[in-house]
């Protein structure tokens, strides 16, 4: 069994190695992205393994179609990458609906007591000896009003952090749980109300922009806004207007809806093109972090572990672990 790996980082090898040599299957690793035109790189494979900025349209499925690969095994949890429609049941897709909530989970609140108590600042001014405390006044998490959209297994962990702070919790989805001192209401309710509030829901047609002009004109001016999740649930653009016209206390951001041709490379030596990243990385309540909550090595070994166990089950097997089914 052979499986070509897209989009490859020095830090996937070592645990993928370790499972596909327990499993008998031979890993091809590529650096480049899947996309049209290096789709041509799996013949002779028997499927991919993609991540979430690889691009699996309709031109890329029928070109790994043709070069006989059975199956697209994503090691990540979302698929807003596959064509689905397209893809109409002719080849199975897996994910990895789980890997570690907690390291999205605590990245979030990182983000968030980085921002709020400016230990960014902090850091960058005391290696220049610079001791004075102007500007770096914050403000306290307990009492607060959270608000969680998505309470799956991250968004629980979330809330379990959060409540661990002394915060109201309030939460929005469109399938409640039974989480105890949680409050369930609707958006308008939760954007109102809230002065945090943090995503934990995947991107579909319903969520696209979630976060819009509308939403940010419903939110308190000091709110500040966590996505770990996934980039388009936020209108980069209208989030940028709010921040310059000071209409929010901030934002934390480990995603970008444009970040495809950005994030897991170095540009450090490199004219950004997108203005809008540009000047949202350039306001001091703002942070970006680069698609990095998931990576701990609880989560990139629980990621490889899941990842071959789905296609080993799926080619020995034929059973569907983890099929991803929209």
């Not at 005391?126 to 500007?135: E, I, M, Q």
């Not at 968004?155 to 952090?161: A, L, N, S, T, V």
């Not at 897991?264 to 093109?273: A, P």
Request: hydrophobic content about 40%.
């Amino acid at each position: 069994m052979k499986i070509a790996f897209f989009d490859t980082k020095t830090y996937d090898k070592p645990s993928f190695d370790k499972y596909a040599e327990r499993a008998g299957i031979t890993m091809k690793y590529f650096e480049t992205k899947l996309t049209e035109d290096t789709a041509s790189l799996a013949q002779g494979f028997d499927g991919v393994c993609v991540f979430v900025n690889d691009t699996v349209s309709a031109l890329v499925i029928d070109i790994l179609l043709e070069q006989g690969c059975k199956f697209i095994a994503l090691r990540c949890a979302g698929f807003n990458n596959v064509d689905f429609k397209h893809l109409a049941g002719r080849m199975p897709v897996f994910n990895v609906p789980a890997y570690s909530p907690h390291s999205v989970a605590e990245h979030a609140m990182a983000m968030l007591l980085t921002s709020i108590r400016r230990i960014h600042k902090a850091y960058i001014r005391t290696r220049d000896f610079n001791f004075s405390l102007n500007g770096m006044t914050g403000f306290d998490l307990h009492s607060k009003t959270v608000g969680v959209v998505g309470t799956g297994k991250i968004g629980r962990c979330f809330i379990d952090i959060c409540r661990g702070f002394g915060m109201k919790v309030l939460a929005y989805d469109k399938y409640p749980a039974d989480i105890p001192d949680v409050t369930y209401v609707d958006k308008d309710t939760l954007f109102r109300e809230s002065d945090i509030i943090s995503l934990h829901c995947p991107l579909t047609d319903d969520t696209y922009h979630m976060i819009d002009d509308d939403a940010i004109a419903k939110m308190k001016k000091r709110a500040i806004i966590i996505n770990t999740s996934r980039g388009a649930l936020i209108d980069a653009a209208a989030l940028l207007a709010a921040i310059k016209e000071r209409r929010l206390g901030g934002a934390c951001l480990d995603v970008y809806e444009d970040e495809n041709d950005l994030f897991f490379e170095d540009y450090s030596n490199h004219i950004v093109s997108d203005d809008v990243l540009a000047r949202l990385i350039s306001m001091p309540n703002v942070i970006v972090t680069s698609h990095q909550a998931f990576l701990t090595e609880e989560a990139l070994d629980n990621i490889a572990q899941t990842t071959i166990e789905n296609v080993l089950c799926y080619l020995t097997e034929g059973c569907d672990k983890n099929r991803v089914i929209v």
